[in-house]
């Protein structure tokens, strides 16, 4: 018996209809399934990259030990180096029993020349081994000063100041041995702080006269050069007075001029200054006061 399936167009149209949603549903789920997977993944390596960046310490412990703090070094000061320049230090000891005087000191390693035109030049003299205050140095056997300096009585500082090629600089100051200050100056280079300068030229190289100064009264020497730099006179000034033997050159080196004496006392006002000695420019003498 032969049976014939008739399947009409209508039928067949629905049902391949109905296969193709499904397939698209499936399709649809899958893709949706992917990008939410793909989301979390990416979720994920997200979380793991801040867990990796803020989560773990910024210290790391190494075997047990704790991490080391970077040291920076620091530029060591040089010793015994003072304007720039290296000095050897030095002392001295006079006296004796309880009146034991101690200086100590430091001075330039080679010679080099002291300040010019400052009269008080301090050295140690190291034949004789002691600080020596003069202008005539012997330059074989000197160690100019230069640096800080004190003066000891016992273990009792009486004087503390700096030097600088030779001459006071900066604060000096003396006590007695009680540790009561007696004194308290100030120096420039050799020059009282207060000192008034004066220059032959605007660039101000080449000095007139130096007139000390302290606490607004001529007080100390007082120093005067040609255009050339020789010195043209000096002298000693106390309570704004001219004092003891003020002395004048020529133009040519340590050549005198003349001498004038004033007082000793600069408040005697009766004492009349005068001439005692004179000299010609070729250093004969032409003039003196016989003494009676």
Do not use: C
């Not at 499936?26 to 939410?36: K, M, P, R």
């Not at 034991?100 to 190291?126: A, G, H, I, N, S």
């Not at 606490?215 to 007082?222: D, L, M, V």
């Not at 005697?268 to 000695?277: A, M, S």
Request: hydrophobic share 30%; no cysteine; aromatic share 16%.
């Amino acid at each position: 018996m032969n049976f014939t399936l008739s399947v009409s167009p209508l039928f067949l149209n629905t049902r391949i209809m109905k296969y193709n949603f499904r397939y698209v549903l499936a399709v649809s789920a899958l893709l949706t399934y992917q990008q939410t997977f793909a989301q979390e993944e990416k979720k994920t390596e997200e979380e793991d990259i801040l867990t990796t960046q803020y989560e773990v310490p910024l210290t790391v412990d190494l075997d047990g030990e704790e991490e080391k703090p970077i040291e920076i070094k620091k530029k060591k000061v040089k010793k015994k180096v003072f304007y720039g320049e290296k000095t050897r230090k030095g002392w001295t000891r006079s006296g004796s029993g309880n009146k034991v005087v101690w200086e100590q000191f430091y001075m330039l390693k080679t010679y080099k020349e002291p300040v010019p035109y400052v009269r008080d030049v301090y050295w140690f003299d190291y034949r004789k081994r002691k600080v020596v205050k003069s202008r005539k140095i012997d330059t074989k056997n000197a160690g100019i000063l230069h640096g800080p300096y004190k003066k000891l009585l016992d273990d009792q500082v009486i004087e503390e100041g700096i030097f600088y090629y030779g001459v006071k600089h900066g604060r000096w100051m003396r006590w007695n041995k009680y540790d009561i200050l007696q004194e308290k100056e100030k120096y420039y280079k050799g020059w009282p702080k207060e000192s008034m300068i004066a220059y032959h030229n605007k660039e101000e190289k080449k000095i007139k006269e130096a007139i000390p100064v302290h606490f607004g009264e001529k007080e100390g020497y007082y120093f005067a050069f040609h255009p050339s730099g020789n010195m043209a006179a000096y002298g000693e000034y106390k309570f704004d007075n001219k004092v003891g033997t003020w002395r004048e050159f020529y133009d040519i080196k340590n050549r005198r001029k003349r001498e004038i004496v004033y007082p000793k006392d600069p408040f005697d006002d009766e004492f009349k200054p005068f001439v005692i000695r004179e000299w010609d420019e070729r250093g004969k003498l032409i003039y003196e006061v016989k003494k009676k």
